[in-house]
Nanobody, 122 residues
Framework: VQLQASGGGLVQAGGSLRLSCVASGRTFTSYTMGWFRQAPGRERDFVARISLTGSNTYYADSVKGRFTISRDNAKNTVYLQMNSLKSEDTAVYYC????????????????WGQGTQVTVSS
């Protein structure tokens, strides 16, 4: 699976962005999909993940209530809608695909996209 993330950019605090991640191949529906982010000088952090059908989602506490992950299996695409953005959301955002089930406590991601930069100005 190859993943291509897009949609990043520069936005003012309080604004919104929607990230997209398109997956190649015909097995998109076999993967739990996730979003991660990495700010300068920091480790990559989990942001959100979504189950195979999209019926289950899970978020990091830092984005809960502001970000929404969704997927369109017909388009092989996972989205991250980001609202009420804060300066601390500035990071490179990565999408990832896992063959582990959504609910697995030690989920491992097998494939990663190249990342898209999100910059929030205060």
């Amino acid at each position: 699976v190859q993943l291509q993330a897009s949609g990043g950019g520069l936005v003012q605090a309080g604004g919104s962005l929607r990230l997209s991640c398109v997956a190649s191949g015909r097995t998109f529906t076999s993967y739990t999909m996730g979003w991660f982010r990495q700010a300068p000088g920091r480790e990559r952090d989990f942001v959100a993940r979504i189950s195979l059908t999209g019926s289950n989602t899970y978020y990091a506490d830092s984005v809960k209530g502001r970000f929404t992950i969704s997927r369109d299996n017909a388009k092989n695409t996972v989205y991250l809608q980001m609202n009420s953005l804060k300066s601390e959301d500035t990071a490179v955002y990565y999408c990832a695909a896992s063959q582990d089930p959504y609910y697995y406590s030690k989920i491992r991601y097998d494939y990663w996209g190249q990342g898209t930069q999100v910059t929030v100005s205060s």
